[in-house]
Structure formats: C-alpha cells, structure tokens
T-cell receptor
Framework: DAGITQSPRHKVTETGTPVTLRCHQT?????MYWYRQDPGHGLRLIHY???????DKGEVSDGYSVSRSKTEDFLLTLESATSSQTSVYFC????????????????FGPGTRLTVL | KNQVEQSPQSLIILEGKNCTLQ??????????LRWYKQDTGRGPVSLTI?????NTKSNGRYTATLDADTKQSSLHITASQLSDSASYIC????????????FGGGTRLMVKP
C-alpha cells in the first residue's frame, strides 16, 4: 500500500459523536486525499491537501473537516457523525515532478470502515 | 455532469478464460484514463494509465484500450486466474494534476475454478 497507513481500520460509533480518522504516509508525497466509497457509488472525493496547511473541498465535503500540520499526516474529522457517514474511507497520496511522468498517479491506503449507529 | 459508467456490474468466468470489461465516460475535459484493481477489503491499485494520445496499454495479462473519440475504454484480461477476482474501477482525470478524478462504480469479477 505504497507506505500509507490508516487508523483506525475499523470503528463503530454513535450518532452525534466526533470521529477523527488518520492517514499517515512515509513517501513524502505532496498531495493527500480523503475519499469515501459506498455501494452503488464510485469513490467520491471529500477533501484533499496540496501541502502543509493547504486544503480544499471535494465533491462531498459537507459534514467533514480536515487538517494537515505535517507532510506525512492528513486527518479527517467528522464533527458530529451521522448514519449517512457510514462508509469505507480511503486515503490516497500522489506527487508531481517524477521524471518522465506527465500525470499524477494516486496510491491508496488500506481503508477505514466506519459504522455510525 | 462528469460521469463514468462501467459494464457489466458483475461477471463470473471460469479460470483460464478471457474477459473484457467496458467503460464509457462523459468527462470533459479529458486528461487521462486509469484502470484500478481493488481486492476485497483493500485499497485500489493502479493497473494502467492512458493519456489522450495512447490507445492501448498492457500490464502483464491486462490490456486496456482507449477510444477518445467515442469516449470508451475497455480492460481485457487474458487467461484469467483465481487471483483476478476483484473489482475493476475505471477512473477519468480532467487534468494532469490528478486531483479531479471521476470514478466509475466498478465491475466485480469472480473467477471460478
């Protein structure tokens, strides 16, 4: 999984509680992403980061916030979890400037399965 | 709205047989198209990436084709193995930065002995 770890790998929580998911990389890649994957939908981008303290919203950002205080860590926070946020969450990383590469390949972590009761 | 549609949704084949998965997209502008393999309980892993000027790319027993005029791509798997059982996801990027990806829903392939 390209030097990407996610924690926790599984979590069950109750509606209304705050939840923080962590993504940690050892590749020193500039870009980091949070996606969610649900049955019947492709992966959907929640937020992404293009550098320390630089983040932007994705397609489904409502109800989520992120922070990136170090290159290697990207945190996803659900301030008040809802049942609609039950999903599998994937972190991904990518970088530009690799010799001979004109695209930005993304490498995915192992995922976190979150259940909100 | 940018969309990526894949067919079939699921497929069962016998070990050793070939199969072809389809992807149609309406994403614009177009930068590149990717195929990922996702094993159950794991994150997606890249198989191929094709830019606008490429119409075929191989990775072992996997061969992807791209027709940018008709906005169609296919992934052909030759001499399938049990380990090919997975979901295959077609992904289209609107730019080289890769931060604007549109994912298809995937085709779930099961290879039986």
């Amino acid at each position: 999984d390209a030097g990407i770890t996610q924690s926790p790998r599984h979590k069950v929580t109750e509606t209304g509680t705050p939840v923080t998911l962590r993504c940690h990389q050892t590749e020193n890649h500039r870009y980091m992403y949070w996606y969610r994957q649900d049955p019947g939908h492709g992966l959907r981008l929640i937020h992404y980061s293009y550098g320390v303290k630089d983040t932007d919203k994705g397609e489904v950002s409502d109800g989520y916030s992120v922070s990136r205080s170090k290159t290697e860590d990207f945190l996803l926070t659900l301030e008040s979890a809802t049942s609609s946020q039950t999903s599998v969450y994937f972190c991904a990383i990518s970088d530009l400037g690799l010799a001979g590469v004109t695209y930005n390949e993304q490498f995915f972590g192992p995922g976190t399965r979150l259940t909100v009761l | 709205k940018n969309q990526v549609e894949q067919s079939p949704q699921s497929l069962i084949i016998l070990e050793g047989k070939n199969c072809t998965l389809q992807c149609n997209y309406t994403v614009s502008p177009f930068s590149n198209l990717r195929w990922y393999k996702q094993d159950t309980g794991r994150g997606p892993v890249s198989l191929t990436i094709m830019t606008f000027s490429e119409n075929t790319k191989s990775n072992g027993r996997y061969t992807a084709t791209l027709d940018a005029d008709t906005k169609q791509s296919s992934l052909h798997i030759t001499a399938s193995q049990l380990s090919d059982s997975a979901s295959y996801i077609c992904v289209v990027s609107v730019n080289n930065a890769g931060n604007m990806l549109t994912f298809g829903g995937g085709t779930r392939l099961m290879v039986k002995p």
